[in-house]
């Protein structure tokens, strides 16, 4: 199988970068070729054309595909808790979500997880766009909130937040207890679902094994990374690795892979209510249940 991955070779990838490298793919009685896309290439587009069995993508971005008429579905959901978050300067006024009122709020732009996650805050704090300040500022949160030019920005907590961590720029995080929100897992085609059940389930488990390394040792999980990431030469490079790892792997949860059947029909409504879907779609024709770790 080739399991797409997207964009650039990172540390987040580290439980399949592990299990690769310790041919536990193999053992498990699948071959699993990592593929990284390129630049412009479209997230799903691998998959439609066969150059991909499997993708690693948000929930909502494998709903929208399945709008759009790809019958991609996910069979294992990666982060069981949703990592976006909304970060403010420590000495800001901006003390809960319905604070953002009148305020700016930076993000790579209006797609993906950090934009889906700004809806589910705005529609949580009763606010609407034209209560807040949204600026598409790229994926440059670390400048813009450290230079004044946004009073927030939404980021990830396994990598906006480190990296201002590690700026010592002291800041504050708020967040939604439960937002209607499946974050990133595998999909793959329904055909590829009915067909190679297996195959899906043993690279499952395989990724599950190295993903219980990269918990349980992280520095080593680094250090076999580093033979996959091209950027992972120098010890202060590794050492930011680190940190986003363990940020990562407390984002898997107890059961690797788990489908929450609640969340993902949340999901659905809330998609469905803030215009996300070109055209209705059932939780149920996104995700699966049938292949377990």
Known sequence: MTLGLTYVPDIQFAPVYVAHHFGWFDEEGVSVTPRHHGAQEKLLGALQTGDEDVVFAGGGEMLQGRAEQIPVRNFGTVYQTYPCVIVVPTDSSIQSLADLRGHSIGLPGEYGENWFYLLAVLGAAGLTRDDVDIQSIGYTQLAALTGNKVDSVVGFVNNDVIRFQEADFPIRTLALDDPPLVSVGFGALDTTISGRRDDLAAMLRGVKRGAELCASDP???????????????????????????????????????????????????????????????SATDAYTTDITA
Do not use: C, N
């Open 219 to 281: 520095e080593q999980a680094v250090q076999i990374a580093a033979e996959y990431v091209p950027t992972l030469t120098e010890a202060a490079q590794q050492q930011h690795a680190l940190a986003v790892l363990k940020a990562t792997t407390s984002l898997f949860g107890d059961e690797f892979g788990r489908q929450d059947s609640q969340r993902w029909e949340a999901m659905a409504t809330f998609f469905a209510s803030q215009g996300l879907l070109s055209q209705p779609v």
